[in-house]
């Protein structure tokens, strides 16, 4: 178990209201990652980090960022909040050792209303 | 840009019975290619990997096999069992450094009644 604990499990917002996930992991993981799950789009990269700093953006970026000032915690943001941004979203890190999997935790449920 | 894709989209079966879900990739080129389960409100649970040099992978009642010339994967599940009822989706790892990202089909979702 990489030890990622996703913050918070549900959570409500208002439209236009900026909003904060964190994400975080107890293991020193370099490698960090946040996905959205929708229906019929199955699961899509917002950002990546792949050090303290050091982020990147993915397919579906638009809306979001990142900050990663510690190698524990990983921040997504929503600057302000849609109804298009209602999903679950989840984080991952990347294993070290053979293979390089990838662990995710147990995810985040948003609804903007 | 790779494309990941799971066929079928959803399979009901009785328990007891073997059963493959697939999975295709456009981009042969890849790294690793790993199976996940999701159970209904849950996240991922990785079942296996298989390295891009590897030809199969086998953990308990579960089998993965990779063809990466053809693009293609499969998930072997012997003697299904009510508890597998889950959503099974594929993930593949390019070969590139930027990030290593995984690139998901949708999922298989399978009911395995009693």
């Known amino acids: 178990d990489a030890g990622i604990t996703q913050s918070p499990r549900h959570k409500v917002t208002e439209t236009g209201t900026p909003v904060t996930l964190r994400c975080h992991q107890t293991?020193?993981?370099?490698?960090m990652y946040w996905y959205r799950q929708d229906p019929g789009h199955g699961l899509r990269l917002i950002h990546y980090?792949?050090?303290?700093?050091?982020?990147d953006k993915g397919e579906v970026s638009d809306g979001y960022s990142v900050s990663r000032s510690k190698t524990e915690d990983f921040l997504l943001t929503l600057e302000s909040a849609t109804s298009s941004q209602t999903s679950v979203y989840f984080c991952?890190?990347?294993?070290?050792?053979?293979?390089?999997?990838?662990?995710f935790g147990s995810g985040t449920r948003l609804t903007v209303v | 840009k790779q494309e990941v894709t799971q066929i079928p989209a959803a399979l009901s079966v009785p328990e007891g019975e073997n059963l493959v879900l697939n999975c295709s990739f456009t981009?042969?080129?890849?790294?690793?290619l790993q199976w996940f389960r999701q159970d209904p409100g849950k996240g991922l649970t990785s079942l296996l990997l298989i390295q891009s040099s590897q030809r199969e992978q086998t953990s308990g009642r579960l089998n993965a096999s990779l063809d990466k010339s053809s693009g293609r994967s499969t998930l072997y599940i012997a003697a299904s069992q009510p508890g597998d009822s889950a959503t099974y989706l594929c993930?593949?790892?390019?070969?590139?450094?930027?990030?290593?990202?995984?690139?998901f089909g949708e999922g298989t979702q399978l009911t395995v009644n009693p």
């Open positions: 993930a593949v790892r390019l070969s590139e450094t930027s990030g290593s990202r995984l690139t």
């Open positions: 981009d042969s080129a890849i790294y690793n």
């Open positions: 293991e020193n993981h370099r490698y």
């Open positions: 980090s792949y050090g303290v700093k050091d982020t």
């Open positions: 991952a890190i990347r294993n070290r050792g053979y293979g390089e999997g990838y662990t």
